[in-house]
């Protein structure tokens, strides 16, 4: 019973509002709701297209990376510390790299020694990724920038991409030799992404104080004909109908044109 009455008082509360101010309780609220919703959607398939080709590009640098370990497998050149670095520095000198390492496993160091300090493991993301063979994607953030990292581990295959691992490497098929660390800066592609979402906010502000003074002109233009309050001027008809000359009806100053004169002027003629 207290809900029906508190629900009751509220719709005549509102049945009093103007036409002005239900319009604009029944417009922008939905349209705030909408258009937030818009917003966020649009800005979460955006967001879903940047990691796309942020891993897209990640995957395209990992093969490269192991396709030109592998020729200098093949080509002798693999145990000169220089070639590795020149290699590694060659490929991340483009694409927004801002970091890039080649790995070594425990089997590689092994057999061929700990190699360079950049190629021995600097965290546990690259240990498990080392143990468990399964690569690591994640959107981080470094050095307060949003960068896309990426752990690929490399398996020792009889035909990896054409070439035969096991020629060089004493360790079964399958085993994991290394793995590459790749991470991508994506502030210029979120900096686009801000950009939009701040453009989809200011379009939602002015198109809803757009719609806010078109219909207040709408409801303005309304009212001037009607010479009143739209309930009001229904009352009035409704009694007028009915045979009731009695009320006094209220005009706006300066008013000689609305629908409410013309039935002041018709009751004034019937009394």
């Known amino acids: 019973m207290e809900n029906g009455a508190i629900s009751a ?3 005549a509360g509102f049945k009093r509002l103007s036409m002005q101010s239900k319009l604009q309780l029944l417009i922008q609220p939905v349209l705030f709701i909408l258009l937030s919703l818009a917003t966020f959607l649009i800005s979460g398939t955006v967001k879903s297209i940047i990691l796309d080709s942020a891993r897209q590009h990640a995957d395209e640098v990992a093969s490269e990376v192991i396709d030109n370990a592998n020729m200098l497998m093949v080509t002798g050149a693999i145990g000169n510390a220089d070639s590795r670095r020149l290699l590694i520095k060659k490929i991340s000198s483009s694409g927004n790299i801002v970091d890039l390492r080649l790995i070594r496993s425990k089997a590689v160091i092994v057999q061929f020694g700990a190699g360079l300090p950049e190629e021995q493991t600097k965290d546990e993301i690259e240990r498990e990724v080392l143990e468990s063979g399964q690569t690591y994607r994640k959107l981080e953030t470094k050095n307060g920038r949003p960068v896309y990292r990426m752990v690929t ?7 990896f991409h054409g070439t035969d691992c096991l020629s060089c490497h004493n360790v079964s098929e399958g085993t994991i030799n290394g793995a ?3 991470v991508i800066d994506l502030s210029a592609d979120f900096g686009k992404l801000h950009r939009i979402v701040w453009s989809l906010i200011a379009g939602q502000v002015v198109l809803q104080w757009m719609l806010f003074y078109l219909s207040r002109w709408l409801v303005r233009g ?8 739209p309930s009001y001027a229904a009352e009035v008809v409704g009694k007028i109908a009915a045979g009731d ?3 006094n009806l209220e005009l706006k100053s300066g008013d000689t044109t609305s629908l409410l004169y013309s039935l002041k002027i018709m009751q004034d003629s019937l009394r």
Do not use: N, T
């Open 180 to 182: 590459s660390d790749l």
């Open 153 to 159: 581990p490399y398996r020792a295959m009889r035909d």
């Open 9 to 11: 008082g509220r719709f």
């Open 222 to 229: 309304l009212m001037k004909q009607l010479g009143g309050e």
């Open 245 to 247: 000359l009695s009320m």
